[in-house]
C-alpha cells in the first residue's frame, strides 16, 4: 500500500515525503510544479507530474499505486495574494480539492489527511493561545478556501467510509536538519524565509508591514512551528487514522508567540549579519496575534515536538538558504 502526497514537491510537502519514506513507506507524488520542485522528491518515491483536478488522473494514480491514504498539501498560500486573486485560490485550494476528492471517495481510500490553516480563524475574539472551538470566521480568500474545504471533507465523510484528520497550521518555518530538502519556493512571502535571505545578502533590505498593531512590540505577533515537527504529527495523524481513529481536527503550533521584530532580531543574532529593516505600511488581510492552543495535538496524538525553539528554527532555513545558494552557483 502506498500513500498520496499531493503537492510533494513543494516546501511542507516534500518534507511529508521524506518522513515518510524514512519510516519505511512507499510513497507517491502528485505535483503540477508550479510552485514545487522535481529535485525536491527523492528517487525512492514516484512523482507523477499532473494537477489534483483531474479526476482522471488522480483515480489512476490511485488505483496503480494502491493508494492506502492521501496527504493532501496541493494548494496556494499567500494570504495577501488571495486577496489580489481570490479566484485562483477558489479554483486551487476549493474547487481542485473537490475533484480530489470525489476520487479519494469514488475509489473507496478511507484515510485523508488535509493541510488546513490558522487562517480559518481570522481575528481571534480572545486573547491568548487559540483553541480549535473557536468561531471560525476566515479574514480572507485563502482562509475562506481552506475552511470550504475543510466542510467538504466534513460532510463527504458523513456520507462515505472517509476518515480524516485536519490540521490547521499556524506558521511554517525551518528546513530539514539534513538538508535534503527546504523552502527553495521562488519569491517567496513568508517572514523567516525573506528575513534569512537579506541576512544572506540575497535582497538588500526586508520591510515589516506595520509596527502599529495593538501588541507589546507594535509588530504582529505569530506561532512558528518546524516543518520536521508538522510533518511528524501528520505521521501520527496517518497513525491515528490507521488505528481506526474516524474524524480528528487539530492546530498546529507550539502555543508560544514571537513578534516580527523578534524574528528579525533573532535571524540578525543567529546568522551574524545585520541588514537593514524598513517600517512599511500594514499588510492587507494580516491578523495583529495568533498563537496555537496545541492542547489538544499533544493529547491525542502520539505527537511530542522535537525542535520547539525559535533559533533552531531560524538557524536550519539559514543552512537551507546557504545551500540553495550552492545549488544555484553550480547548476
Ligand atoms: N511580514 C513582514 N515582512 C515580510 C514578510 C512578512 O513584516 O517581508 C509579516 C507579515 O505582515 C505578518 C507576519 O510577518 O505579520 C507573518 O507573515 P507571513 O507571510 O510569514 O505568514 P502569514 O502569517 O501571513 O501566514
Redesign the pocket.
Known amino acids: 500500500m502506498t500513500i498520496l502526497v499531493t503537492g510533494g514537491a513543494g516546501y511542507i510537502g516534500s518534507h511529508m515525503v521524506f518522513e515518510l519514506l524514512d519510516h519505511g513507506e512507499k510513497v507517491v507524488v502528485i505535483d503540477n510544479l508550479t510552485t514545487g520542485f522535481d529535485w525536491a522528491v527523492p528517487d525512492r518515491a514516484e512523482l507523477v507530474i499532473g494537477d489534483i483536478g483531474d479526476k482522471k488522473l488522480v483515480e489512476r494514480v490511485i488505483r496503480d499505486f494502491k493508494v492506502e491514504a492521501v496527504i493532501h498539501f496541493a494548494g496556494s ?4 495574494e488571495s486577496i489580489e486573486k481570490p479566484l485562483d485560490y477558489y479554483r486551487n485550494n476549493t474547487s481542485n480539492s473537490r475533484e480530489l476528492l470525489d476520487a479519494v471517495v469514488n475509489c473507496g481510500v478511507d484515510k485523508f489527511i488535509f493541510s488546513s ?3 480559518v480563524y481570522g481575528t481571534p475574539m480572545t486573547t491568548g493561545p487559540i483553541r480549535e472551538d473557536a468561531i471560525l470566521n476566515p479574514m480572507s480568500p ?1 482562509g475562506s478556501s481552506k475552511l470550504m474545504t475543510e466542510i467538504m471533507v466534513r460532510d463527504a465523510a458523513l456520507a462515505s467510509d472517509l476518515r480524516y484528520v485536519m490540521l490547521r497550521y ?2 511554517v ?1 525551518g528546513c530539514d536538519a539534513l538538508k535534503r530538502t527546504g523552502q527553495s519556493t521562488k519569491g517567496a ?7 534569512c535571505e537579506a541576512a544572506l545578502g540575497k535582497r538588500p533590505f ?5 509596527n502599529d498593531y495593538d501588541t507589546p512590540d507594535g ?4 506561532d512558528f512551528i518546524h516543518v520536521s515537527d508538522l510533518v511528524n504529527a501528520h505521521y501520527a495523524a496517518l497513525n491515528f487514522l490507521r488505528q481506526g481513529g474516524l474524524k480528528f481536527t487539530a492546530n498546529c503550533g507550539y502555543s508560544k508567540g514571537y513578534s ?1 521584530l523578534e ?2 532580531e533573532a535571524v540578525k543574532r543567529i546568522s551574524g549579519n545585520d541588514f537593514p529593516v524598513m517600517m ?1 505600511p ?2 492587507p ?4 496575534a ?1 498563537t496555537a492552543n496545541s492542547h489538544r495535538l499533544k493529547s491525542r496524538l502520539t505527537w511530542s515536538p522535537r525542535f520547539d525553539d525559535l533559533d533552531t528554527i531560524i538557524k536550519t532555513a539559514l543552512d537551507w538558504e546557504s545551500a540553495l545558494e550552492q545549488r544555484r552557483k553550480s547548476a
Open positions: 498560500v499567500v494570504v495577501p490553516t490558522a487562517a485563502y499556524f506558521n518555518a512571502t513568508h517572514l523567516i524565509k525573506i528575513a526586508m520591510g515589516v508591514f506595520g509588530s504582529c505577533i505569530r516580527v524574528v528579525i512599511e500594514r499588510r488581510g494580516d491578523i495583529p495568533l
